[in-house]
């Protein structure tokens, strides 16, 4: 087999990472790696110096997710397609299924090399670009594993299964995620303020050692920007009562709002969409509230969509695969309208 050292100009490489990198780099969740193969048997050196919490590889073939494995502290050689027809070109994709994890002691997992008989060519450019905010839903917590399946693990995590991918998919678009569990706009699920997005958002990747520094380097505008936030925001806020709820109702608004001008600021020309509602709509009049607010104080491109609530769950009591399937079709549609582009 040939032997590709990363970085490849055959390779085309996805979600949030510094041109400067000298190594292939997956910070987020989606991240990784996309080329044109015809071959039988493909493999790939991976790093990941990690001791917890052991994140998980997703491989896809023309955009269907086929091949899943953990990673092991250190760098291993893992295969990722065997036994194929080696007559038929495919694009193959490489990625980081499951999302970072605050305090981690690892950085970054890095592709090494891929190994593969066969050609390997540059695959052709995705016309769109989709950058998805959010949080457990957005990175895909509970979409696999049983419903019974409770501890909070990387094995239940799939973003290949969640709304981001689906949606990147119908639309013909590559896909950059931004999202942390447990996260929301202005507040965390167990009322800490310092966990919003917006905080960490002109940040490489803030949650894990190396990702700390500033967004200083020119990064591609995203056609459009889905903000999937408000859940853990409104399992905080549904605690309070009296003058602390309306005070925190009101920051969740102003959050809501500077999140929006956060994201016009890196993308000028992007369409911005606030989706809520998978869990339930505690929050939604303050969140449409904002978008009206952004939109009247001279916001352009924006709009909020209400989401069909989960009718079933899944693992870690989050909505289920066939949610996150209607929730997909949903966001493409509304996409599909404000871009003016079609779905496949």
Not at 239 to 248: D, F, N, S, T, V
Not at 288 to 317: C, H
Request: glycine content about 12%; aromatic content about 6%.
């Amino acid at each position: 087999m040939k032997t590709c050292v990363l970085p490849d100009p055959r390779f085309r490489v996805s979600g949030r990472r510094d041109p400067k990198e000298e190594k292939t780099n997956l910070w987020w969740s989606g991240s990784g790696i996309r080329f044109s193969w015809s071959g039988t048997t493909l493999e790939a050196d991976i790093s990941w110096n990690g001791s917890t919490h052991n994140p998980w590889i997703g491989v896809t073939v023309d955009g269907a997710p086929v091949c899943r494995f953990p990673l092991m502290p250190g760098t291993h050689r893992y295969p990722l397609l065997a036994g194929m027809d080696g007559n038929s070109a495919h694009v193959i994709s490489v990625v980081r299924d499951s999302q970072p994890v605050e305090g981690s002691d690892a950085g970054p997992i890095v592709i090494e090399a891929v190994h593969a008989d066969g050609e390997v060519r540059l695959p052709e450019a995705r016309p769109l670009l989709l950058e998805f905010l959010g949080d457990s839903l957005t990175v895909g917590e509970g979409c696999l594993g049983p419903q019974s399946a409770g501890e909070w693990r990387m094995i239940w995590i799939s973003v290949l299964s969640a709304f981001p991918a689906l949606v990147s998919e119908k639309l013909d678009a590559e896909m950059r995620v931004i999202a942390l569990g447990g996260w929301g706009a202005s507040r965390s699920w167990d009322n800490r303020p310092e966990n919003r997005i917006g905080r960490i958002y002109g940040q490489l990747c803030a949650p894990i050692p190396g990702g700390e520094g500033p967004i200083d380097f020119p990064e591609r505008p995203a056609d459009a920007v889905v903000i999937n936030l408000g859940t853990n925001d409104g399992s905080a806020i549904q605690r309070m009562e009296g003058e602390e709820r309306a005070q925190a109702e009101k920051l969740l608004r102003h959050r809501a709002v500077e999140l929006m001008q956060a994201v016009r600021a890196r993308n000028p020309g992007a369409a911005i969409l606030w989706a809520y509602g998978l869990c339930g709509k505690p929050m939604e009049p303050i969140l449409k509230g904002a978008v009206d607010e952004y939109l009247s104080s001279g916001g352009e491109r924006a709009a909020y969509l209400s989401l069909t609530p989960a009718a079933s769950l899944g693992s870690r009591f989050h909505p289920s695969r066939e949610a996150h399937r209607t929730a997909a079709r949903e966001i493409a549609g509304k996409l599909s309208e404000m871009l003016g582009s079609e779905e496949k």
